[in-house]
DNA sequence: AAGCTATGCAACCGCCTCGCG
DNA sequence: ACGCGAGGCGGTTGCATAGCT
């Protein structure tokens, strides 16, 4: 088979790191620059091979690596990134200064990888999971079956990204997504006449956590006019951010969001005092789910709403 | 308090790519 | 054109720690 590894030597030292040997390493880069890595760790005074130096330094030790927590900026590049690159780590790094491919691909797979599963949507294919939404091949090849336990069933587990990808994945099967919006939308406003949507708020024991710390975030971030359904949904998610870091509770952990519109779905739709606008943050946690939907009906002012 | 399990992340492994002689 | 080797990449492992029973 291949040729055995560099390190595959004996008497070279693996597994953690210890200060003086990252003392050392540091030093002798700083002074002569990374590169020639077989060579380096003798001349550094390493018992390491030179992969473990390299991957010391440019993972740990690069004076300009990043720390802390990931932004939700750097998320939603990572993600969007991953949709189109797929595993390609060292080009998703290259696109985030300070992160290293072996951070962001540790990243996706403890924490992005199982959120983007539980929002319903395949990590790999970033198309909506069929085998959680049950749309079997009946209900694609059938638009008669697109009734309203199946569309509510489909608001629930979908976020926008999620339909859009639905719509491309359904291209081949409609001549106009367009119509299967159209309808999804025809139900939601069904739904919402039927849930006589008057601005509802529920509480529960978490309602102090939320008014003391997320419902003013949220009104920091959200400007009541002019902003469209994506602007909206990033202050959502930036204000649960925020509380997430300002009280250490990792609310994004836990949660989902389901931006429905009942405009019509031609991004980006405006949002306004016409504009019924329905927001859902979800989460598998039963204590959460009914306190955090929220609904800013037609006519009410968003920061009337908050 | 002890044992078990889940999670996060640093580090390793083996294969691939590419430049050079 | 070919082989070799350094560097790079993505998948995987294993350890430390936190959380739970």
Redesign the pocket.
């Known amino acids: 088979?291949?040729?055995s590894?560099?390190?595959?030597k004996h008497g070279l030292?693996?597994?953690?790191?210890s200060p003086e040997e990252d003392m050392k390493l540091t030093r002798y880069i700083q002074m002569h620059g990374p590169?020639?890595?077989?060579s380096l760790p003798k001349n550094a005074g390493l018992e390491r091979c030179?992969?473990?130096c390299?991957?010391?330094w440019t993972?740990?030790l690069r004076p300009d690596i990043k720390r802390g927590r990931f932004s939700f900026e750097e998320e939603e590049t990572i993600i969007q990134l991953h949709s189109v690159l797929g595993?390609?780590?060292?080009?998703i790094a290259a696109k985030l200064s300070g992160r290293t491919?072996?951070?962001i691909?540790?990243?996706w797979?403890?924490?992005l990888r199982k959120r983007l599963l539980r929002m319903g949507i395949d990590p790999v294919t970033h198309a909506p999971r069929l085998d959680l939404l049950d749309l079997s091949s009946s209900f694609l090849n059938s638009p008669d079956q697109l009734n309203l336990s199946n569309l509510l069933h489909l608001q629930t587990l979908l976020n926008p990204e999620a339909l859009r990808l639905a719509a491309n994945l359904l291209t081949s099967n409609y001549q106009t997504p367009q119509l299967l919006l159209q309808k999804l939308q025809e139900n939601q406003l069904l739904k919402a006449q039927l849930q006589n949507q008057a601005p509802t708020f529920q509480s529960n024991q978490l309602g102090n956590t939320f008014d003391k710390q997320i419902r003013p975030l949220n009104r920091s971030f959200l400007p009541y006019s002019s902003v469209d359904q994506t602007d909206l949904m990033q202050s959502v998610q930036e204000s649960f951010h925020a509380a997430s870091e300002q009280t250490g509770t990792d609310f994004l952990e836990n949660l989902s969001f389901n931006s429905v519109l009942s405009t019509p779905l031609s991004s980006p739709a405006p949002l306004n005092s016409a504009t019924s606008t329905h927001i859902q943050v979800s989460t598998e946690d039963e204590n959460y789910s009914d306190f955090l939907k929220f609904e800013i009906p037609e006519g009410l002012d968003f920061d009337d709403f908050m």
Request: net charge positive.
């Open positions: 088979m291949g040729r590894p560099c390190c595959d030292k693996k597994g953690p790191w590169g020639n890595w077989r030179g992969k473990s390299r991957l010391r993972n740990y595993n390609k780590w060292s080009t491919d072996n951070e691909k540790n990243y797979n403890t924490r």
